[in-house]
């Protein structure tokens, strides 16, 4: 148990429709990552916060955006959700200043039908 | 562009049949390399982090070595419940903490 965790464990919902995903980081830690991995793009970075501000982007579509509250926990929000967006969604947090590691939560399946 | 590979895809082992995961990168600037292990459906669970060439880490059956061009995880007298899938991932901007991930290697140690 790395001590991350994420809300909900499996999500199905629609094509065009909206979710949000939830994490809470370890105890401490200031920084929280979200990637997504399916089968044939791997894992792939998302964006990452930092303390309540955004740090960092990566492959993010605009349908998609995060933010992350003043307890530290994150949450992830996904629109207009189409098929291709069907994967796992996972949050990863770390101390920030001094240790690069970064400990992942459970995931998030999200199945668009 | 930074680019991480991993080699081979598979592997299949019998118990106690050692062998090496290698992991090369092509990256400006290296700030750390990490190994994790991913269960099916599970995170990713972080095992080592590497910060410069010659250096080197063990856990239990596993020793993570690092050059400057690759990584190796040596996996000696495997178990079954070693099987997983290796993940290699590097970080280069030390700001931008996002680590970019290899596709991985799927270990299968059978008895």
């Known amino acids: 148990d790395s001590g991350v965790t994420q809300t909900p464990k499996h999500l199905i919902t629609a094509t065009g429709q909206r979710v949000t995903l939830r994490c809470s980081p370890r105890?401490?830690?200031?920084?929280v990552y979200w990637y997504q991995q399916s089968l044939d793009q791997g894992l792939q970075f998302l964006i990452q916060?930092?303390?309540?501000?955004?740090?960092a982007k990566g492959n993010i579509l605009e349908r998609f955006s995060a933010q992350q509250f003043p307890d530290l926990h994150s949450e992830l929000n996904l629109s207009s959700l189409e098929l291709g967006d069907s994967a796992l969604y996972f949050c990863?947090?770390?101390?920030?200043?001094?240790?690069?590691?970064?400990?992942f939560g459970p995931g998030t399946r999200l199945t668009v039908t | 562009e930074d680019q991480v590979t991993q080699s081979p895809e598979a592997l299949r082992l019998q118990e106690g049949e050692s062998s090496s995961l290698n992991c090369s990168y092509t990256?400006?600037?290296?700030?750390?390399l990490f190994w994790y292990r991913q269960d099916p459906g599970k995170g990713p669970e972080f095992l080592f982090t590497l910060y410069s060439a010659g250096e080197e880490k063990e856990k239990e059956r596993l020793k993570a070595t690092l050059t400057k061009k690759e990584s190796f995880l040596h996996i000696t007298a495997p178990k079954p419940e070693d099987s997983a899938t290796y993940l290699c991932?590097?970080?280069?901007?030390?700001?931008?903490?996002?680590?970019?991930f290899g596709s991985g290697t799927r270990l299968q140690v059978q008895p």
């Open positions: 991932a590097v970080l280069v901007e030390a700001g931008r903490r996002a680590l970019t």
């Open positions: 990863a947090s770390s101390p920030g200043q001094s240790s690069y590691e970064q400990y």
């Open positions: 105890s401490g830690d200031l920084s």
């Open positions: 990256v400006s600037g290296l700030r750390g």
């Open positions: 916060y930092y303390n309540g501000e955004e740090r």
